[in-house]
């Protein structure tokens, strides 16, 4: 987490996150339990620590939490604890064009077909050496052929299809659980902090800040794997139904602005018996086959970097044609967008909001926008738009300027984004 922020500060940031106390025994509970997080956490933890906030503070700061729980207790107060927040789509983008700027190539719009193996052998063959992949370019619709010293597979849920590609008797190690979340009106959580507390049947749900918005979730459920993962009715009640133990104001289904679902990458070790779930782990694995397949599977967002190294590192040790690789350089690497050599804004990112709004005349939520999105890449994309005004620009005639042209007038993002993704980010 701390790593996170470091690496993309205009991005990641720390965000604060209550749970409601409704008991009197709960206060000195959760006080050692927050001081424990601490602890966890260590020093270079990268947010606050935490702390026990009494009744009006509690209420202050989230003017939706209930003074009294569906069972008659009164709140008696709350702890607040930090984590990390981040947009994960635009993270994600960030972190293919630093690669970019590294030397890696990488390209969009295309999928694998088949693993490439040496001499002639072929999946599941004794002896056989995976030496690359067949790639499928969607746009023209040809194959390619990749040669390559060594293939990683870190296709995520999907991981089993690949391993398979390379030795079709394996048995499956990845075992998908669903998580469903719904985007609810503002007035449900807290614009300033989140919320986080346990449910009837002792799963966590929290409520967070998102785009003007709040955010609910998030569910755990096994399910089947899906390139389109869905929100069921049951899902979105049982979210609504939790969430209304804890606001004031009841939601309904009618309170949903939309829902969504994602697919947690569990992993089961290798070598595990197949219904074992015991072996089940949200922690990463790293796989080398006979073939010299690796596969990085399982693991999270704040663990990304360290199992990309851990997997190289497995590549490097167990591979001779890489005995040339030097060490793992990512833990001191901060990520496109960041200010890498100090010279636009002295890593003070709100500088970069000040100069679009007050030298160039970007509203100020579209230059928050911007900032929090794109880092000092957003003022590429305002040159992008002052350089085409009839295109991405309309005239503010009560300030006779020029105002970047929205995609819609509640939201800040602009129609000069499209174009610099399909430029810059390899969007079609």
Request: with cysteine.
């Amino acid at each position: 987490r701390a790593w996170m922020i470091q690496s993309a500060p205009f991005m990641a940031k720390a965000l604060p996150m209550m749970v409601p106390l409704y008991r009197w025994w709960e206060v000195p509970l959760f006080w050692v339990v927050g001081n424990m997080y601490d602890l966890i956490a260590g020093a270079g933890r990268g947010v606050p620590p935490s702390s026990i906030v009494s009744v009006e503070e509690a209420r202050f700061q989230v003017p939706s939490l209930r003074s009294v729980d569906p069972d008659g207790n009164n709140l008696v107060g709350g702890l607040v604890v930090y984590d990390g927040q981040q947009n994960d789509a635009r993270m994600g983008v960030h972190i293919i064009l630093t690669a970019i700027q590294q030397g890696a190539a990488c390209v969009n719009y295309a999928s694998i077909e088949s693993l490439l193996f040496a001499d002639g052998k072929g999946a599941g063959d004794a002896g056989a050496c995976v030496c690359g992949a067949r790639v499928l370019d969607r746009r023209s619709g040809k194959s390619i052929d990749v040669k390559a010293k060594q293939v990683v597979n870190a296709c995520g849920v999907f991981s089993d299809k690949v391993r398979q590609m390379a030795e079709p008797s394996l048995e499956n190690m990845m075992v998908p659980s669903y998580g469903s979340h719904l985007t609810l009106p503002e007035y449900a959580g807290s614009a300033r902090m989140g919320m986080v507390w346990f449910t009837n049947d002792g799963r966590v749900l929290y409520l967070l800040p998102w785009e003007g918005s709040t955010i609910a979730g998030t569910t755990d459920a096994p399910g089947e794997l899906s390139y389109t993962p869905r929100t069921s009715a049951s899902e979105a009640a049982f979210i609504i139904d939790e969430v209304n133990r804890v606001v004031s104001e009841p939601l309904s289904t009618d309170s949903v602005r939309s829902a969504w679902a994602g697919i947690r990458p569990l992993v089961r070790k290798p070598g595990s018996p197949p219904g074992d779930t015991k072996s089940l782990s949200r922690d990463h694995v790293v796989e080398k086959l006979n073939c010299g397949l690796v596969t990085v599977a399982g693991g999270k967002w704040t663990t990304y970097r360290k199992m990309a190294e851990d997997a190289v590192d497995k590549c490097v040790a167990e591979n001779p044609a890489l005995a040339h690789a030097t060490r793992c350089r990512t833990l001191e690497m901060q990520l496109v967008g960041s200010d890498q050599t100090g010279e636009v804004c002295g890593g003070a990112f709100d500088r970069i909001v000040a100069t679009l709004v007050d030298d160039v005349g970007v509203e100020k939520d579209v230059a928050k926008h911007l900032r929090s999105n794109y880092g000092t890449r957003a003022l590429q994309i305002v040159a992008l738009a002052r350089a085409e005004p009839g295109r991405f620009c309309e005239v503010d005639r009560s300030r006779l300027q020029l105002g970047m042209r929205r995609l819609h007038p509640h939201f800040p993002h602009v129609e000069a984004e499209v174009a610099f993704a399909c430029r810059h980010e390899f969007a079609q």
